[in-house]
């Protein structure tokens, strides 16, 4: 045992993100030499039963079928919310009001004066060392933070192009059920805030700048859908569930958008459930006038690199492999060539979470982030209905 402080975590939702969540917390203390140990000391879900065995199977010492339950529990200082966004906001803003610091899966919200009321709320409680962070993983894959810092050291120059594709395929099939990804009460929108919101996050991550405009489009190609069984566990990505009757399905399926940079780069966007055979392509491509990186989900442990200064004779895209103990996050991990997978970035998104808290450092994505990409997302949309006009992203 150490004698280092706890931190206790209550966890809310335990679907996909509550189980990638879960290997996080579990994890990272573990992996990294952390300053205090968090504890998975409550899982909250709305059917006891159900909680329970999730909780048993996930690592969660106890269960809850309230949230509001951990709002007055002393020994839970953090709560990771993993629920959809329609409950992102309430959740939230009571947590950081009652003095817990808050995990929120992204998208920050499903509107933007959500965000704007979780973001003020993140501020007033950062006053009194509260801390707030939005969940956009895949900043936390070693070669995306990488792009990041070769960007920042001027190895592509100046940047003009950024190239964003997030691909999926799981709702080709127009009898997959209406779950809530596909309902705008519940999603706020479809692929652009589930997988959209990524691309947008990770590109002004990689760059370092924010986008100021937009131009986008945006298609449903299935217009109705079953309706998913009520059952425990009916609500995520696989289409087992389906009933009988047919519901509308009230978000996008595929949206595009071009951008501005605020520094000057221009990029092109694309989100989409349709891209048949695509199981999670997140692609983003980087063109500066003195080089160029690709970084690929589906080869996440690498990242390609044109360096445009080398002479023409040997100049080419090269592949940097990314597990130097020298690169982010994998001092931690294991010898060089020891590839790492998807859940990493969780168990990374732990450790930086954790690490902020206890010495009051920087912590990013912040909930103004958040709002800045919720932002971003509404103007797309309004863009989308306006005749794909221009949208400035205000300040
Ligand atoms: C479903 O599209 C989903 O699980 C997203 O919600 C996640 O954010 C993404 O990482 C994988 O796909």
């Known amino acids: 045992m150490t004698d280092k402080p706890t931190l206790g975590v209550g966890m809310v939702g335990y679907a996909f993100m509550g189980r990638a969540h879960s290997i996080g917390w579990r994890t990272a203390p573990s992996v990294f030499d952390l300053p205090v140990r968090p504890e998975m000391r409550a899982l909250v879900g709305r059917n006891s039963q159900a909680t329970a065995a999730a909780a048993a199977a996930l690592g969660w010492a106890d269960t809850e079928t309230d949230w509001r339950a951990l709002l007055d529990r002393d020994d839970i200082d953090l709560i990771d919310i993993c629920t959809p966004g329609d409950t992102h906001a309430e959740i939230a803003i009571a947590a950081l009001a009652a003095g817990k610091h808050v995990l929120c899966e992204k998208p920050l919200a499903n509107t933007v004066s959500e965000a704007e009321a979780m973001a003020a709320a993140a501020a007033e409680a950062e006053r009194s060392g509260v801390r707030a962070m939005v969940g956009f993983n895949y900043r936390r894959v070693p070669a995306a933070a990488l792009a990041r810092e070769l960007i920042a050291a001027g190895r592509l120059g100046t940047v003009r192009h950024v190239r964003a594709v997030y691909l999926q395929d799981w709702i080709v099939d127009p009898q ?126 690498e990242l390609l690199f044109y360096d445009g200064t080398e002479p023409d004779q040997t100049a080419g895209f090269r592949k940097i492999l990314v597990t130097e103990p020298t690169h982010p996050y994998l001092h931690a991990w294991w010898p060089p060539g020891h590839l790492l997978g998807w859940d990493h970035s969780f168990v990374h998104e732990v450790r930086d979470l954790v690490t902020a808290i206890a010495d009051g450092g920087e912590l990013r994505p912040s909930f103004a982030d958040g709002l800045q990409v919720q932002r971003v997302l509404q103007a797309v949309l309004e863009s989308a209905e306006k005749s794909s006009s221009w949208q400035q992203i205000p300040d």
């Open 176 to 301: 997959f059920p209406l779950v809530w990804r596909l309902r705008k009460d519940a999603a706020g929108s479809g692929a652009l805030g589930d997988i959209g919101a990524h691309i947008i996050d990770l590109a002004q991550f990689m760059l370092g700048e924010k986008i100021s405009g937009v131009s986008g489009l945006t298609e449903t190609f299935v217009k109705t859908r079953p309706l998913p069984e009520a059952t425990p566990g009916a609500a995520g990505l696989s289409g087992s569930s389906r009933g009988t009757e047919v519901g509308e399905v009230t978000v996008d399926d595929a949206t595009l958008f071009t951008a501005r940079f605020a520094g000057g780069a221009v990029g092109s966007f694309e989100a989409t459930r349709f891209a048949t055979g695509r199981k999670n392509e997140l692609r983003i491509e980087v063109n500066g006038s003195a080089g160029s990186l690709v970084f690929d989900m589906e080869s996440m442990n």
